[in-house]
């Protein structure tokens, strides 16, 4: 076993010496190397060899998995290592992490190569993935929900929980046990609800996926993606294609990630709270005349939902992202432009709130949807913003746009 890998306790049973937020401060303490507190930023791409020459083995009589030290940053490195510990910890299954969620994702396929790709509701940019997949490799896409029978053995069905970009759930359980009466794979994109919101493996994924541009970098400032996997197997294979697919993390972006990943339980605690306040404070305002209900249709968050399992899954807490639908194209163009705190951007998962008139950026979403990534901000400044914003719309002094109301 190479000394880099960290067993989580999830995969080896052993109860954890410390909790999660402690972990998150320290699980990576084992890399380090040096005597400074804070990590050091590791710029090398390669490593030396050892001075003794007795010590020199040849690589046909070492397998790469089993060398002793870091040797070229494409296969490990000393910042990738720490943060793939703290991950491998925090999201109970080994990590490993890559440039970006895309490139996660493209991996994952790369290595389970399914005949099927079923799981139609997912981020747009993991649907150019698999048609990428598609074209290469003749993939067939079907629906999430498509007739059980019409899943085979080795299909992968992939299910994104809470979806972007609507912040609403879905049954992992559901879709786990569908997948493996018929002998597919469960792929579960949790970047909407890193822990302590949910974990996936709780309820039977096979392989979970983050983009850790969003909660896990926390600070909108790096790209990165992250494969959580049970089986040390699966996560040496994935290894191995890394190294040769090169989609591997960078060493700037690993020391950003390890930075933020120590705080990932605040702010993520902090984030779902004051989403799920202001997504319930807008739900009530439908229900009664006002300034709200004038120029909103709907709210769409997890925490809005009414099945028991939502809560039951999310139990550390609902997504930080929830939909809004304003009853005109207009009015979702123009929301954004009376807010002072939300800046008016695509992403999330930063500590600062951001809201996106989505069309922007998704071609197949709704002209009237907004996208709202709530950040670490207080709650009630923020329903301030938007209520001060509803009232400029209500009274029509919108921004000139071309277009009608
Ligand atoms: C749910 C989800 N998965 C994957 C990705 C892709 O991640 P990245 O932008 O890091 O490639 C995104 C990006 O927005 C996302 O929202």
Redesign the pocket.
């Known amino acids: 076993m190479s000394k880099f890998i960290l067993q989580p306790s999830a995969v080896t049973g052993n109860p954890a010496k410390y909790t999660a937020d402690t972990n998150l401060v320290h699980a990576d303490e084992f890399l380090n190397d040096v005597i400074d507190v804070a990590p050091p930023i590791h710029v090398s791409t390669t490593f030396r060899y050892p001075r003794d020459p007795s010590k020199l083995v040849a690589a046909k009589d070492l397998p790469l998995e089993d060398a002793e030290d870091h040797v070229y940053s494409r296969l490990s490195s000393p910042g990738t290592a720490r943060l793939e510990a703290l991950l491998s910890s925090h999201l109970n299954g080994y990590a490993l992490v890559y440039s970006?969620?895309?490139?996660?994702?493209h991996a994952a396929l790369v290595h389970l190569n399914p005949r099927q790709l079923s799981g139609s509701l997912?981020?747009h940019?993991?649907h150019g993935v698999a048609d990428i997949h598609s074209r290469l490799t003749g993939m067939k896409q079907i629906p999430l929900d498509c007739p059980v029978e019409d899943l085979q053995p080795g299909d992968v069905v992939h299910l994104?929980t809470p979806l972007?970009p609507l912040g609403t759930a879905f049954d992992i359980k559901y879709y786990a046990d569908r997948a493996h009466n018929r002998g597919a794979i469960l792929i579960v994109?949790s970047?909407?609800a890193p822990p302590p919101l949910q974990d996936p493996f709780e309820f039977g994924a096979d392989i979970v996926?983050?983009?850790?541009?969003?909660y896990i970098g926390g600070h909108s400032d790096m790209?990165?993606?992250v494969l959580v996997t049970r089986d040390l197997k699966t996560r040496w294979k994935l290894w191995e294609d890394r190294l040769y697919l090169g989609g591997v993390m960078g060493n700037l972006e690993a020391w950003l990630g390890t930075r933020s990943a120590r705080t990932l339980g605040l702010r993520v605690l902090r984030q779902s709270e004051n989403a799920t306040k202001l997504a319930g404070w807008l739900s009530e305002e439908l229900a009664k005349e006002g300034v709200v209900k004038d120029v909103v249709e709907v709210v769409k968050h997890a925490s809005l939902q009414k099945e028991e399992w939502v809560g039951k899954q999310m139990k550390g807490g609902f997504g930080p992202v929830f939909a809004i639908e304003m009853k005109s194209e207009l009015l979702a163009k123009t929301l954004p432009s009376h807010l002072e705190l939300f800046a008016h951007a695509?992403?999330?998962g930063g500590v600062e709130s951001l809201i996106e008139w989505r069309a922007m950026s998704d071609a197949h979403c709704s002209t009237k949807l907004l996208r709202v990534s709530v950040g670490i901000e207080n709650w009630e400044d923020l329903k301030k913003d938007f209520l001060q914003a509803f009232e400029k719309l209500a009274k029509r002094e919108t921004v000139v746009l071309n277009g009608t109301d």
């Open positions: 970006s969620g895309l490139a996660a994702f997912f981020y940019g993991c994104e972007n994109d970047t909407f996926m983050h983009s850790a541009s969003k790209l990165g993606g695509t992403s999330l």
